[in-house]
């Protein structure tokens, strides 16, 4: 479980109670890649400000504790992310081997999906103003198609 106990979001927002970084994004906006952090680190208003012109979901993966029904992506029904659900079904893979992710034990993703999610994980960004169909498709909130 994560620092507070809570199965996290591996796709929250920067200002999320207990935010916390747990990779960086760079490449592309057509090719993300994503660097993963050994450990990870609260989301502060500095590290906000590092972003610099664009929002923090842009440049850092950020994890904060899942909102369950909170959330649009959660499925109350069945108690799953939709997100992760679709995310899996509609994007391909983008490695063939699991990330060094420091989340991995306490992600709502692994903890749903296992490694599928995770072999998607490092081209996802929370902000993407390029997405790919598929990705733009899987952010969609509503059924899983």
């Known amino acids: 479980m994560s620092a507070t106990g809570k199965t996290l979001c591996p796709s929250a ?3 999320a109670p207990h ?8 490449g592309t906006m057509e090719k993300p890649e994503t660097a993963y952090l050994e450990k990870p680190m609260p989301m502060t208003a500095e590290f906000a400000k ?12 950020i994890a904060s504790p899942c909102l369950g029904r909170g959330c649009g992506h959660f499925d109350g029904v ?5 997100l992760a659900t679709k995310t899996v079904r509609l994007q391909p893979a983008v490695t063939a ?6 989340i991995r034990s306490s992600c709502r993703w692994w903890q749903q999906e296992g490694l599928n999610a995770c072999l998607r994980c490092p081209e996802v960004v929370t902000d993407n103003h ?3 169909d598929a990705a733009r498709a899987a952010a969609d909130i509503g059924n899983i198609p």
């Open 130 to 132: 390029a997405p790919s």
């Open 78 to 82: 069945k108690k799953r992310c939709r």
């Open 13 to 15: 927002p920067h200002d």
């Open 19 to 26: 935010a916390q970084i747990f990779a960086v994004v760079g």
């Open 97 to 102: 081997k699991l990330p060094p992710c420091p």
């Open 50 to 61: 590092l972003a610099g012109p664009v929002a923090p979901e842009e440049v850092f993966r």
